[in-house]
């Protein structure tokens, strides 16, 4: 029996299901983190740890040295064969540890890059792949410096956090400088690990949202399919839907696919699936970020619904060595739809057995109850439930999914 370690895991879809897929595979699976309440806390984690983990061992995954030593505990006793982590606060030192044990594994000097948005910019910026106009700045005078060299209004945000956190949309100064000292503020990320000096200031891109979906090899860069998002949140980019695959036509396509697989060379990344996110302006692709892990949020959730294919499985039989097949041709479409309220305390929910009851419809699925409190929506864990659906076509399930979430209303009152 072969045995593979993944070391943490996220809980919006791809972390559960490498578990799952690693357990359909016949592995043994050791899972590395530094606690398991955030898990037993989501809905199925607790299900997905107790049928798919042979062996939990506990440590701080966020720093590279007690993970490497774990790791090479287990690895003593019982060799691995692969280790792997799609958990965005996680891939650094997991690539490096990695690394050191001599276990397949991405470029970890890519890894860092890529989990950098400071970093990115200056590479792609470099290599001449298209991107918006920036500056990397240590100080809020800076950042105002910056703003109104770029024009407004522009964007600020945090070079190493994810889902969302600390990116703003700003139309002057003072919320330039508020945004600036709201991300130096707070000395660590969401994983306690050190926040970068560097903030990013750049341009705000007009143009739609889409993520392409790349598969790295030592044999080269190749696209498993372009997702249509939609995002919402007011100056924010909170996620409120996602489309697979892409309805666009195929130049507009081709053009993203084109720049998202140049953007993946351009930062060495060499083994694994990675996420990245454009956007299509009047100039054509623009590189919002490249993320060093499979997509979150469900979304290869929607590519296996529409390939035919277990895109996890795949991950991890890259990783073992193993042939890794084409994907396939889309043979029909799946969306999802997140669904919103304004904040305060939760009074009733309605109309979730009507939108579940919709042809199509696979989930219809509120995360609050009443008396429970909903916070004004600022990233994605801000969302209140999601529904998800099936069609033909990805326009068609995108509709459905629309017309379903539609018949669900959580009211509030103020807190």
């Not at 105002?144 to 990116?167: L, N, Q, W």
């Not at 703003?168 to 000096?197: D, H, K, L, Y």
């Not at 739609?208 to 030592?218: D, K, M, Y």
Request: contains cysteine.
């Amino acid at each position: 029996m072969k045995r593979i370690g993944i070391v943490e895991s996220n809980r919006s879809g791809s972390g559960f299901d490498t578990l799952r897929a690693a357990r359909a595979l016949g592995l043994h699976v050791t899972f590395f983190s530094s606690g398991l309440d955030r898990y037993h806390a989501t809905p199925g984690g607790t299900e997905v740890l107790d049928g798919c983990v042979d062996e939990i061992v506990l440590c701080p995954t966020h720093e590279l040295e007690p993970l490497l030593e774990a790791v090479k505990a287990v690895d003593a006793s019982a060799p691995l064969d692969a280790l792997l982590s799609v958990a965005e606060y996680e891939v650094v030192q997991t690539a490096e540890a990695a690394r050191q044990l001599g276990l397949p594994g991405p470029d970890p000097a890519a890894i860092r890059m890529a989990r950098n948005k400071a970093l990115q910019r200056r590479r792609w910026a470099a290599a001449g792949v298209p991107i918006p106009a920036f500056r990397v700045v240590t100080t809020a005078a800076d950042a105002v410096a910056a703003a109104s060299a770029i024009g407004f209004p522009c964007v600020v945000k945090a070079v190493d956090e994810t889902s969302g956190t600390h990116v703003v949309r700003c139309a002057s100064p003072a919320e330039v400088r508020s945004t600036f000292e709201a991300i130096r503020a707070e000395p660590a990320n969401r994983r306690g690990q050190p926040r970068a000096a560097e903030v990013l200031v750049e341009e705000c891109l007009v143009g739609f949202e889409v993520s392409v979906e790349i598969l790295a090899s030592a044999g080269g860069v190749r696209v498993l399919g372009v997702t249509d998002k939609i995002l919402g949140g007011g100056n924010r980019f909170v996620e409120l839907g996602h489309s697979f695959p892409t309805a666009l036509p195929a130049d507009v396509r081709s053009s993203l696919e084109a720049a998202a697989v140049a953007a993946t060379t351009a930062v060495g990344f060499d083994l694994g699936i990675a996420h990245v996110e454009l956007k299509y302006t009047a100039d054509g692709p623009k590189l919002i970020e490249i993320n060093p892990r499979p997509a979150g949020d469900r979304i290869t959730e929607l590519m296996d619904r529409s390939l035919g294919l277990s895109t996890m499985e795949l991950l991890i039989r890259q990783y073992l060595g193993e042939p890794v097949p084409a994907a396939p041709v889309p043979a029909g479409g799946a969306a999802i739809r997140y669904l919103t309220a304004a904040p305060g305390v939760v009074a009733s929910v309605s109309g979730v057995e009507i939108a579940a009851a919709v042809p199509g419809v696979l989930e219809a699925v509120v995360a609050v109850a009443p008396g429970g409190h909903v916070d004004a929506l600022r990233v994605n864990e801000d969302r209140v439930g999601h529904v998800l659906a099936t069609a033909p076509d990805p326009y068609l399930a995108g509709r459905i999914a629309e017309a379903a979430a539609q018949q669900i209303v959580v009211t509030t009152r103020p807190s």
